[in-house]
Protein backbone atom coordinates (compact mmCIF):
# COMPACT_ATOMS: atom_id res chain seq x y z
CA UNK A 1 0.00 0.00 0.00
CA UNK A 2 2.92 2.31 0.84
CA UNK A 3 4.30 2.15 -3.07
CA UNK A 4 0.66 2.61 -4.30
CA UNK A 5 0.61 5.85 -2.14
CA UNK A 6 3.64 6.71 -3.04
CA UNK A 7 2.89 6.38 -6.96
CA UNK A 8 -0.13 9.11 -5.93
CA UNK A 9 1.85 11.88 -4.52
CA UNK A 10 4.49 11.88 -7.18
CA UNK A 11 1.78 11.96 -9.91
CA UNK A 12 0.57 14.81 -8.31
CA UNK A 13 4.39 16.39 -8.04
CA UNK A 14 4.47 15.53 -11.49
CA UNK A 15 1.67 17.76 -12.23
CA UNK A 16 2.96 19.99 -10.13
CA UNK A 17 6.04 20.50 -12.25
CA UNK A 18 4.47 21.20 -15.44
CA UNK A 19 5.54 24.51 -16.19
CA UNK A 20 3.26 25.79 -19.02
CA UNK A 21 0.16 27.83 -17.80
CA UNK A 22 -2.88 26.07 -15.62
CA UNK A 23 -0.63 22.55 -15.88
CA UNK A 24 -1.81 22.11 -19.51
CA UNK A 25 2.08 21.18 -20.49
CA UNK A 26 2.69 17.00 -21.14
CA UNK A 27 3.36 16.78 -17.60
CA UNK A 28 -0.17 17.77 -16.37
CA UNK A 29 -2.50 16.69 -18.67
CA UNK A 30 -0.77 12.95 -19.42
CA UNK A 31 2.00 11.75 -17.58
CA UNK A 32 0.85 12.89 -14.08
CA UNK A 33 -3.00 11.56 -14.14
CA UNK A 34 -1.07 8.33 -15.55
CA UNK A 35 1.23 8.15 -12.58
CA UNK A 36 -1.64 9.09 -10.13
CA UNK A 37 -4.02 6.50 -11.62
CA UNK A 38 -1.43 3.88 -11.53
CA UNK A 39 -1.44 4.70 -7.85
CA UNK A 40 -4.92 4.50 -7.28
CA UNK A 41 -4.91 0.84 -8.89
CA UNK A 42 -1.92 -0.47 -7.22
CA UNK A 43 -3.67 0.69 -3.72
CA UNK A 44 -6.94 -0.96 -4.85
CA UNK A 45 -5.09 -4.26 -6.14
CA UNK A 46 -3.21 -4.29 -2.04
CA UNK A 47 -6.55 -3.91 -0.60
CA UNK A 48 -8.61 -6.38 -2.70
CA UNK A 49 -5.42 -8.97 -2.36
CA UNK A 50 -5.35 -8.38 1.73
CA UNK A 51 -9.25 -9.12 2.14
CA UNK A 52 -9.24 -11.98 -0.41
CA UNK A 53 -6.08 -13.53 2.26
CA UNK A 54 -8.29 -12.70 5.36
CA UNK A 55 -11.82 -14.42 3.72
Given amino acids: MAIGFGLIVLG??????D???????????TLGPIVT????IFEFYAIFA??????
Fill in 12 to 17: FIIIGL
Fill in 37 to 40: FAGF
Fill in 19 to 29: STPHGNGFLGL
Fill in 50 to 55: KTEKNS
